[in-house]
Nanobody, 121 residues
Framework: QVQLDESGGGSVQVGGSLRLSCVVH????????VGWFRQFPGKEREFVAA????????NVADSVKDRFTISRANAENSVHLQITSLKPEDTAVYYC??????????????WGQGTQVTVFS
């Protein structure tokens, strides 16, 4: 059984920053690649970023790569998504996702429950 727990969402003013965290419970943490997706109301989930098992390879969507940074801390069993210069259009539910594979495009096998990010002006 694999469980993903997200944290760090909330309401932030335009231009602010936020750090989302995901803890993966299951087998050994570094068995998993981990990614983030987001979903706008009425839309499909879209890929945001992913990181491989060791943290030395990342894949970040072109639309956000200047403001979103993904990293992992295997000693903490966690992956972080740092978001800067937040915009109202970043308002969405952000989902942590995991797999044991590293694919392009990233294809999750497991999903978290999601955490809401709301950006207000």
């Amino acid at each position: 059984q694999v469980q993903l727990d997200e944290s760090g969402g909330g309401s932030v003013q335009v231009g602010g920053s936020l750090r989302l965290s995901c803890v993966v419970h299951g087998r050994t943490f570094d068995d998993y690649t981990v990614g983030w997706f987001r979903q706008f109301p009425g839309k499909e989930r879209e890929f945001v970023a992913a990181v491989n098992w060791y943290g030395d390879k990342t894949n970040v969507a072109d639309s956000v790569k200047d403001r979103f940074t993904i990293s992992r801390a295997n000693a903490e069993n966690s992956v972080h998504l740092q978001i800067t210069s937040l915009k109202p259009e970043d308002t969405a539910v952000y989902y942590c996702a995991a797999n044991t594979r590293w694919d392009y495009p990233y294809r999750p096998r497991y999903w978290g429950q999601g955490t809401q990010v709301t950006v207000f002006s």
